[in-house]
């Protein structure tokens, strides 16, 4: 199983059932906030609708195509990151991730989020990491442009967000750029 400890307040495992409790309650509990850019939010009604995301993320880490992994600040699940859909012919993936409202500003994300480029692109020996940003979701932009990401352009409203389209920057990094990249952030 995947646990990486980022620093002596931050890591990341991947979730468990046992985790259902707390994950659901950490949506429920920032909800109106989380569905500001994402669209799943509204759909999470029950515990049973956090089970089933879970015993899906398990799905995905059989199948060998990305994992999900819960992140951890100072031992209380914060937010979610994970691979989307594992691209192994063309060596790349894409990277999603939320935190928690109360957890916003501590630099969690950004830890987190290199981490698993980090992982991505040396342990997996991908070539090819994206992030894909809502184009006025600043705080969430913020993650990739610190990184080091290039901006590739703006996908225009691609994603329905309830009752309107957003439009999505994409971010990309390279394993040849990240070498340089890491060493700056």
Request: one cysteine or more.
């Amino acid at each position: 199983m995947f646990k990486y400890i980022i620093d002596n307040d931050v890591e990341l495992k991947i979730l468990d059932i046992n985790n259902a409790e707390e994950l659901f309650d950490l949506i429920y509990s920032c909800k109106s906030y989380l569905m500001e850019w994402l669209p799943w939010v509204d759909g999470t009604k029950s515990m049973a609708d956090t089970k089933t995301f879970i015993e899906m993320s398990k799905k995905q880490i059989a199948s060998n195509s990305g994992f999900q992994a819960g992140i951890w600040y100072k031992q209380k699940l914060a937010g979610v990151i994970g691979y989307h859909k594992m691209d192994w012919t063309n060596k790349s993936t894409s990277i999603g991730y939320w935190l928690g409202e109360n957890y916003q500003g501590k630099g969690i994300t950004v830890r987190a989020t290199k981490a698993f480029v980090e992982y991505a692109l040396t342990d997996l020996n991908l070539n090819r990491v994206e992030i894909r940003c809502a184009e006025k979701n600043y705080k969430s932009r913020a993650i990739p442009e610190r990184l080091g990401f290039s901006n590739e352009g703006t996908s225009k409203e691609v994603e329905w967000l309830y009752d309107h389209y957003v439009s999505h920057v994409i971010y990309g990094m390279l394993a040849s750029q990240w070498k340089n990249a890491r060493s700056i952030h």
